[in-house]
Every structure is written in C-alpha cells, then in structure tokens.
C-alpha cells in the first residue's frame, strides 16, 4: 500500500501529519480524470511508501547509515504509527526489527532521517516481530474452509443417500466415499488450528501445508473411491 493509497482510504502518515520536519509535501502522484493530455488531473501530496520509502536507507542526524525502512504500522485509527527499521549486520553477525515511533522520521531531501537515534541504542532496543496471519486475514485459510463446508453438504447428501438404501450405489462405496470425506475435511481443520497456534516464523509452512490439505480435499470431492 502506497502513501497515495493512504491518502484514499483517508490514512494520515503521523510523519507527514507532523511536517516531515518541516518541509513541503512532496507530489507521490496525479490521477488523470481521462486520456486526454488536455484534460485535467488531481495532484496527490505526500510520499510513496513504495517509491521513496520502503526498502530505503535510513540515517541519524550524522548521516551514519542507520539500516533500512522495512515496514510501516498503520493503527486502528488510520494513523500510520509506527516505522519498521531493519538494523544492519553487526560484528556478531546478528540482525534485527525495531519499531520506530514515525512522528520521529524526518524526510531531508531524498533521505529518511531519525535524529534523535543512532545504530547502537536502535540495537538495544527489543526486536519488532510481525504478528503471524489469522484465518481471517488467510485467502488460502479461506478457500480451505470454504472446502470443508463443502466437504460436509457432499458427507451429509451421502449419508442421506446411505440411509435411502444407496439409491443403486453398493453401500461398501458409499461409507468408504464418506470416510474419506470426514478424514480429508479433520486434515484441513487440525492444518487450520495449527497455524492459528504457529508464531511468526513458522506459520508460512503451516499456511502452505493447510493449501495441500485443501487440494487434498478438493480430490478426494471430484474423484469419490469406488
């Protein structure tokens, strides 16, 4: 999401809200009200995160190198709150996350500045983690459980059948089809509950082993045993 997006969605940058230090907003963009050359566009005052923000260097009022802007926090109110800096290697070889307030970000040209920090006290402060995704935020979680709800209307149209006498299906097929079901939507289910429980550095796996679970699902749907 860029500053221009921001603007949009009615997000206001606590580092642009407070100055940026002072200077002028810069122009993140224009949106064209049509093809034309000759029609008009709106000017969007402020930065793009993308553009002049993440990924960039950031420095103390001495221009040493701090580390590099890697994420910005945006709080329920729609401020962004928070600068996500990732320090730089030290002769330990270690590296770290630190969450910076952003009223403390100045922009001087081209440059992110924080100048009341500096790399060594940044290093003692404690390490940012990201919080791991919910189910909610999941589109894989999503389709996954969308899966099971379908999983259990098909479980529940062949225990009706089941009970109906088979409707011309041998009963052996249909308690075997309804086992595989249930089993392949319990795999889903326990994958989903373990990456709710999984921290931030392993909850991509278990996203990725609650995909195969799906697809798993998914087969065992459009092709029943016989």
Do not use: C
Request: no cysteine; aromatic share 4%.
């Amino acid at each position: 999401m860029t500053i221009r997006h921001f603007a949009r969605l009615g997000l206001v940058p606590a580092f642009i809200a407070a100055g940026a230090g002072g200077a002028v907003a810069q122009v993140a963009g224009v949106t064209r009200a049509g093809a034309a050359l000759t029609q008009t566009g709106q000017l969007i005052s402020g930065w793009s995160a993308k553009q002049s923000i993440l990924g960039q260097a950031v420095y103390d009022a001495s221009g040493e190198r701090i580390g590099r802007a890697l994420d910005l926090i945006v709080a329920p109110d729609r401020r962004v709150t928070f600068l996500i800096v990732e320090i730089g290697a030290f002769p330990s070889g270690s590296r770290h996350l630190v969450a910076v307030p952003a009223s403390q970000l100045v922009v001087r040209g081209a440059r992110l500045v924080l100048p009341d920090a500096d790399r060594e006290a940044l290093a003692l402060q404690p390490a940012f983690v990201h919080a791991p995704v919910t189910r909610t935020q999941s589109a894989i979680v999503e389709q996954a459980l969308q899966d099971v709800d379908r999983a259990g209307r098909t479980i529940a149209r062949l225990e009706r059948q089941l009970a109906q006498g088979g409707g011309g299906e041998p009963r052996a097929n249909l308690e075997r089809q309804i086992l595989v079901l249930r089993q392949a939507s319990q795999a889903v289910e326990q994958k989903v509950a373990e990456m709710d429980a999984a921290d931030a550095d392993h909850w991509q796996t278990v996203e990725a082993q609650v995909g195969q679970a799906s697809a798993r699902l998914r087969s065992a749907m459009r092709n029943p045993p016989a």
